[in-house]
């Protein structure tokens, strides 16, 4: 079975300064690891994912995230926040071995960006 | 092109009344999940849609069920509601025929039962 752990309810960052939102991940087979951004009474809006290749994938608004496999984890990384980041980030992971595409996610971070 | 659409955005229901959601996947997508996100919590999967057949579930009642259309759209049903079904509901589409590996959310609909 999949699992993900985001140890933190919430990090704060003041704008300018470098950001690191932590996920772990539990998968038996080959872990497909994605990052999602949900602002208030929205969806979820996919930021970036990790397949196959480069452990540091980049994806949308600056976002990267650095995928390591000897330690199951896969954190969000951003070098210059701004205010507009601030929202809530889930992690998520699926098997992909399978053909099927559940996705697990962890129970989301607050991302809170002062100016 | 229109990404992921579900109708309606809110709705209030009775305990005990059935309600039917409804998702239109993004163009060129095949596949339809829908989660369950109750407040302060992560999205947890209810099932998905692939050719018209539920293929695979999570740990949900037989109370949900759901359909999926020809043109790949898709509708989820709630019997009997319960007050713990008061959550935002998400429709997710994909296309792993065509390669595809993630997933795009439409912007959900909140379900509040009374």
């Known amino acids: 079975a999949q699992s993900v752990a985001q140890p933190e309810d919430q990090v704060n960052v003041a704008e300018g300064n470098p950001l690191t939102v932590k996920c772990t991940y539990s998968v038996s087979g080959n872990p497909y690891l994605f990052w999602y951004v949900q602002y208030p009474n929205r969806g979820l809006q996919f930021l970036l994912k990790?397949?196959?290749?480069?452990?540091l994938v980049k994806g949308s608004y600056g976002f990267e995230a650095e995928f390591n496999k000897s330690q199951t984890s896969f954190h969000l990384k951003k070098p210059s926040a701004l205010v507009s980041d601030s929202a809530l980030y889930f992690c998520?992971?699926?098997?992909?071995?399978?053909?099927?595409?559940?996705?697990?996610f962890g129970t989301g971070t607050r991302l809170l960006v002062s100016p | 092109d229109a990404g992921v659409t579900q109708s309606p955005t809110h709705l209030i229901k009775t305990r005990g009344q059935q309600v039917t959601l409804r998702c239109s996947p993004k163009s060129g997508h095949d596949t339809v999940s829908w989660y369950q996100q109750a407040l302060g919590q992560g999205p947890q999967f209810i099932f998905q849609?692939?050719?018209?057949?539920?293929?695979q579930r999570g740990n949900f009642p037989d109370r949900f069920s759901g359909h999926q259309f020809p043109n790949y759209s898709s509708e989820l049903n709630v019997n009997a509601l319960l007050l713990g079904d008061s959550a935002l509901y998400l429709c997710?589409?994909?296309?792993?025929?065509?390669?595809?590996?993630?997933?795009?959310f439409g912007q959900g609909t909140r379900l509040t039962v009374v």
């Open positions: 998520a992971v699926r098997d992909g071995n399978t053909g099927f595409q559940k996705l697990v």
């Open positions: 849609y692939y050719e018209e057949e539920e293929r």
């Open positions: 990790y397949i196959t290749g480069d452990n």
């Open positions: 997710a589409s994909s296309s792993p025929t065509g390669g595809g590996t993630e997933a795009f």
